[in-house]
């Protein structure tokens, strides 16, 4: 089993720049992949960012490409979201996920694992 636990969620205005954070435990060396997702009400969830745990390699949404990077801290079992430049519709629930499929960075299928999740609230 893999524990995920997020932090770094708040209010923050448009334009403002927010870090989140996942730290994972227990069964870590099983990962091949983490992500964020984020879930807005009235909305499905939508996978925002993803990253391979073995060679780092980044997926972004269309809509946080070049305002949003994850990161990974291998020894620290920690995966960062810096969200720069924010909108009001970047404001959801964040989840960070984790996945223990060699594939699930490829298919996008993270979803083994889940926080409890973050809520980040952008104001216009």
């Known amino acids: 089993q893999v524990q995920l636990v997020e932090s770094g969620g708040g209010l923050v205005q448009a334009g403002g720049s927010l870090r989140l954070s996942c730290a994972a435990s227990g069964r870590t060396f099983t990962i091949y992949a983490m992500g964020w997702f984020r879930q807005a009400p009235g909305k499905e969830r939508e996978l925002v960012t993803a990253?391979?745990?073995?060679?780092?390699?980044?997926y972004y949404v269309d809509s946080v490409k070049g305002r949003f990077t994850i990161s990974r801290d291998n020894a620290k079992n920690t995966v960062y979201l810096q969200m720069n430049s924010l909108k009001p519709e970047d404001t959801a629930v964040y989840h960070c996920?984790?996945?223990?499929?060699?594939?699930?960075?490829?298919?996008?299928?993270?979803?083994?694992?889940w926080g409890q999740g973050t809520q980040v609230t952008v104001s216009s």
């Open positions: 996920a984790a996945d223990r499929s060699p594939n699930s960075y490829y298919t996008r299928a993270i979803d083994d694992y």
């Open positions: 990253i391979s745990w073995s060679d780092g390699r980044t």
